[in-house]
């Protein structure tokens, strides 16, 4: 049943990051932030580049798997209210949230 949860999670996570930015996100924890660095570099894009993050698949994928494996699960539930502040508003990516559903 774990294993399902932190599928779940993940899931939870990279549509979170898939969502949409209007807003500047609370700092997020340290396992989260390492996870998002390391994620951001995998994917291309910059630790600071939002518009490259939240529309990178590689980015969403491997940031989930990250956070999954490696964070707690207080710090999993504080990346998606992070990622979902971080890429609130990107319309684009609303259609792959639908698609991925």
């Not at 999954?68 to 259609?95: H, I, K, M």
């Amino acid at each position: 049943m774990v294993r399902l949860d932190n599928l779940s999670l993940g899931f939870t996570i990279a549509l979170s990051i898939l969502g949409a930015w209007s807003q500047s996100p609370p700092n997020p924890p340290p396992c989260v932030q390492a996870c998002s660095d390391s994620s951001a570099q995998s994917a291309s894009c910059s630790s600071t580049d939002v518009n490259c993050i939240c529309n990178s698949d590689t980015f969403a994928n491997n940031v989930s798997s990250c956070i999954v494996t490696n964070c707690s699960p207080t710090d999993a539930e504080a990346a998606v209210g992070y990622f979902d502040a971080l890429c609130s508003g990107l319309s684009r990516l609303q259609t792959k949230n639908t698609s991925l559903v």
